[in-house]
């Protein structure tokens, strides 16, 4: 029984491991973002993790499979990510406990109206550069609010976020 635990908290602690690498990485490495070496890190990362996933979760059945002791190697197979399903469930409980406490209501933020109006043009469209920079300037100008309405709800502010 121990051994698929181990075998799962290798994986989760793999896993760890990744992501503080990853955001590590991206702190420091901004100035080669959009270049060809970010998808070649992915790719070599997604193949990386394949096989050491592949290691964590079908080594041990597989020489069970070899040595002919099929339903040893299911059950084995099983308890990994039995236990692999429990700490995925122990991060997501943690996420939402952690979450839950956040009530945006409370916050004081401050809103950047050039940011608020600005980003607004995502996902709006406009026959003409003329047009979306008459709009934001229009925007500036408090003469549309549901921008503002839209940013606040777009960023879970509620009503605790003022320009």
Same mark, same amino acid.
């Given at each position: 029984?121990?051994?698929?635990?181990?075998?799962?908290?290798?994986?989760? !602690? =793999?896993?760890?491991?990744?992501?503080?690498? !990853?955001?590590? $990485?991206? =702190?420091?490495?901004?100035?080669?973002?959009?270049?060809? !070496? !970010?998808?070649?890190?992915?790719?070599?990362?997604?193949?990386?993790?394949?096989?050491?996933?592949?290691?964590?979760?079908?080594?041990?059945?597989?020489? &069970?499979?070899?040595?002919?002791?099929?339903?040893?190697?299911?059950?084995?197979?099983?308890?990994?990510?039995?236990?692999?399903?429990?700490?995925?469930? +122990?991060?997501?409980?943690?996420?939402?406990?952690?979450? /839950?406490?956040?009530?945006?209501?409370?916050?004081? #933020?401050?809103?950047?109206?050039? +940011? #608020?109006?600005?980003?607004? &043009?995502?996902?709006?469209?406009?026959? %003409?550069? $003329? /047009?979306?920079?008459?709009? +934001? /300037?229009?925007?500036?100008?408090?003469?549309?609010?549901?921008?503002?309405?839209? =940013?606040?709800?777009?960023?879970?502010?509620?009503?605790?976020? %003022?320009?």
């Amino acid at each position: 029984m121990k051994k698929p635990f181990l075998h799962a908290l290798g994986a989760v !602690i =793999y896993i760890v491991f990744i992501v503080l690498v !990853i955001q590590g $990485a991206n =702190y420091l490495l901004k100035e080669v973002m959009g270049t060809i !070496i !970010i998808p070649m890190t992915m790719l070599s990362l997604f193949v990386l993790s394949a096989a050491v996933m592949g290691y964590f979760f079908l080594s041990e059945p597989i020489s &069970l499979l070899v040595e002919n002791r099929k339903k040893e190697a299911i059950v084995y197979f099983a308890k990994i990510v039995g236990f692999f399903a429990c700490f995925v469930l +122990v991060f997501g409980i943690v996420l939402l406990v952690k979450n /839950s406490g956040v009530k945006t209501e409370t916050l004081n #933020v401050k809103l950047n109206i050039n +940011v #608020v109006c600005e980003s607004a &043009l995502t996902y709006m469209s406009f026959p %003409d550069g $003329a /047009s979306a920079d008459k709009f +934001v /300037s229009e925007c500036k100008e408090g003469k549309h609010p549901e921008v503002i309405e839209h =940013y606040k709800a777009q960023m879970n502010l509620g009503n605790g976020a %003022d320009i």
